[in-house]
C-alpha cells in the first residue's frame, strides 16, 4: 500500500482512538507521520509502533491551544522534513451536558481545543503548504456538527465551527493548492463513544441499531478509510465539502 507515498503527515490527538488508528494507517500508505499529544507516553508508543512495522514517524508534544506550540511543532516539521503535505486535525474532547447546566468553564476549555485547536493547526499549515505548492488539511467534524442533538449544545457547536472554519480556509486558499475539508463521523468505537453509552445509560453495542441501519457504530478504522482517501492525490479536486460519516443514521427517522 502506497496510497500516501512520500507525503508528510501532521496528525493531532495521535495518542488514541482515531489519531492513533489514522497515524498507524498512514504510515503503512508511506507516509512519514508526525504525531502529536498531550500524552506523551502514549503517543510515543503509537510511534514505535509505527516504526516496528517498518514505518516513519516520530512524536511531538503538543498542546493545540497554545499558539506557540503550533509555531515549535510546524517549524520543526518545515526544519526536518521540508515541509507538511497533510495536517489532521484530529485533536479534541467531549461534554455531554444540560444547556442549563453547561458553565463558562466548561465552554471555555471545550472550544479552546475542539475550535481554537483546529483554527491554529489551519493558520500555521495553509501557508506553508501553499508557499510549498499545495497539501491537504482534514477537520474532524462530527455529526453533532450537522444535526441538533439534546445536550450537545456546546459539542455541537464546536463542530458546527469546525465545518464552517474548513469551507472558509478552502475558498481562500483554493487558488494555492491547499484544499480544506471536514469529515464528520458518528459514535466512534472509541472511549468517547463509551463515555457517550455510558452518559445514556446504555452500551456501545446497544447504542449501534439505534444509530445506523448498519447494526453498528462506527470502528476507527471506517473513518481512517475515509481520511487516507481525502489525503491522497485521489482527492485533487475535493476541497470545502463536508463529509457525513454516519452508517446511514440521517436516513432513520421516528414517526408515530
Given at each position: ?45 503509537v510511534v514505535e509502533r509505527i516504526k516496528a512495522a517498518g514505518g516513519s514517524g516520530e512524536f511531538l508534544a503538543h498542546d493545540v491551544t497554545s499558539e506557540d506550540a503550533w509555531v515549535e511543532v510546524t517549524d520543526h516539521v518545515r526544519t526536518v522534513h521540508g515541509r507538511i503535505d497533510v495536517l489532521v486535525n484530529n485533536a479534541g474532547i467531549y461534554l455531554i451536558a444540560p444547556l442549563a447546566e453547561t458553565t463558562v468553564e466548561d465552554w471555555n476549555r ?147
Amino acid at each position: 500500500m502506497s496510497r500516501l507515498q512520500n507525503k508528510i503527515a501532521l496528525i493531532t490527538g495521535a495518542a488514541n482512538g482515531i489519531g492513533e488508528a489514522a497515524a498507524v494507517r498512514f504510515a503503512a500508505e508511506g507516509a512519514t507521520v508526525i504525531a502529536t499529544d498531550i500524552d506523551e507516553a502514549a503517543g510515543k508508543a503509537v510511534v514505535e509502533r509505527i516504526k516496528a512495522a517498518g514505518g516513519s514517524g516520530e512524536f511531538l508534544a503538543h498542546d493545540v491551544t497554545s499558539e506557540d506550540a503550533w509555531v515549535e511543532v510546524t517549524d520543526h516539521v518545515r526544519t526536518v522534513h521540508g515541509r507538511i503535505d497533510v495536517l489532521v486535525n484530529n485533536a479534541g474532547i467531549y461534554l455531554i451536558a444540560p444547556l442549563a447546566e453547561t458553565t463558562v468553564e466548561d465552554w471555555n476549555r471545550l472550544m479552546a481545543v475542539n475550535v481554537t485547536g483546529t483554527f491554529l493547526g489551519m493558520k500555521h499549515t495553509a501557508l506553508q503548504m501553499a508557499t510549498a505548492g499545495g497539501g491537504a488539511i482534514i477537520n474532524l467534524s462530527s455529526i453533532a456538527g450537522l444535526v441538533g442533538v439534546a445536550g450537545h449544545t456546546l459539542y455541537g457547536a464546536s463542530k458546527g465551527a469546525v465545518r464552517t472554519m474548513s469551507k472558509d480556509v478552502a475558498a481562500e486558499y483554493a487558488a494555492a493548492g491547499v484544499r480544506v475539508n471536514s469529515l464528520h463521523p458518528t459514535y466512534v468505537n472509541t472511549g468517547m463513544a463509551a463515555y457517550g453509552a455510558a452518559t445514556a445509560g446504555t452500551t456501545i453495542e446497544a447504542l449501534g441499531p439505534v444509530l445506523s441501519p448498519l447494526g453498528r457504530i462506527a470502528e476507527p478504522a471506517d473513518v481512517v478509510n475515509f481520511l487516507v482517501f481525502l489525503a491522497s492525490d485521489e482527492t485533487a479536486y475535493l476541497t470545502g465539502s463536508e463529509y457525513n460519516l454516519d452508517g446511514g443514521g440521517s436516513t432513520l427517522l421516528s414517526v408515530g
